[in-house]
């Protein structure tokens, strides 16, 4: 099976704004999708390996994985049937690096780092593409300051979402011609269960005392920074922006 099987009674949502969000079984994405419908958006929310135990009234969800183009296909068949409006694409796939140094790190891995945070994003635009333009939607990537910070130990990461960042503003140019928005978020540490696995992965040996060392003295809340990509996608006031990179970092 491609994807799970379409709810009858998700498609009697009212006929409103629907909003995609890839990635949406990670904590960012699941966060955007619950502030969305919280908003009475219809989600269509794409996972990989498996979708949550239960799923939120109003969404759909459907498997999507770049290394299997039926589930791409699907997802456009999906969402190009929908009676909704789409009105944002969030692109919140991705994974992280070993934190090895470029030396200690095979080069697989920066090829499935690439997939994973680039080629998810391409992947996912080859499909929604025809939609977005037909109803003029903004399209809001999920990036990382580690595109430009550049740290060391986080080489196949920090390429990869320089890399998204290039995509991003190559798109926004692209796609300008058909009303379509194309902007990224860039935060910095987001206080999640990966950032633990990966504060780990960096031999971080008290995350209490690490995260308290931070501007502000403490990481970026997961409502904040959900809450900050929904209103750079859909508000009003971000209408003119396309093509930007938007930091959320203390510049401290």
């Not at 990869?160 to 540490?189: F, G, I």
């Amino acid at each position: 099976m491609l994807g799970l099987p379409i709810d009858i009674e998700a498609l009697r949502y009212p006929r409103g704004s629907m909003a995609v969000v890839t990635g949406a079984s990670g904590a960012l994405g699941a966060e955007i999708t619950r502030q969305l419908i919280a908003r009475d958006v219809f989600v269509v929310a794409t996972y990989r390996t498996r979708p949550p135990a239960e799923l939120p009234k109003g969404s759909l969800w459907e498997r999507f994985d770049t290394a299997d183009p039926a589930t791409a296909d699907r997802l456009r068949l999906v969402t190009e049937d929908l009676p909704h409006r789409l009105q944002a694409v969030f692109a919140c796939a991705g994974a992280p690096s070993s934190k090895k140094t470029v030396a200690d790190t095979e080069p697989g891995e920066f090829e499935a780092v690439y997939q994973a945070n680039v080629v998810s994003f391409t992947a996912a635009w080859r499909a929604l593409a025809a939609r977005a333009r037909y109803d003029g939607a903004s399209v809001l990537a999920v990036g990382s300051d580690a595109g430009r910070a550049a740290r060391a130990g986080s080489g196949p990461y920090s390429a990869a979402k320089a890399a998204l960042e290039c995509v991003v503003t190559t798109l926004a140019k692209e796609e300008a011609v058909h009303r379509v928005r194309v902007n990224l978020v860039a935060p910095s540490l987001i206080d999640s269960p990966l950032a633990r696995t990966v504060m780990a992965a960096k031999g971080v040996t008290d995350p209490d005392a690490y995260l308290a060392g931070l501007p502000w003295g403490r990481p970026l809340a997961l409502d904040e920074v959900a809450a900050a990509c929904i209103d750079l996608a859909t508000a009003s006031q971000w209408a003119y922006a396309s093509g930007q990179v938007f930091p959320l970092q203390a510049a401290l």
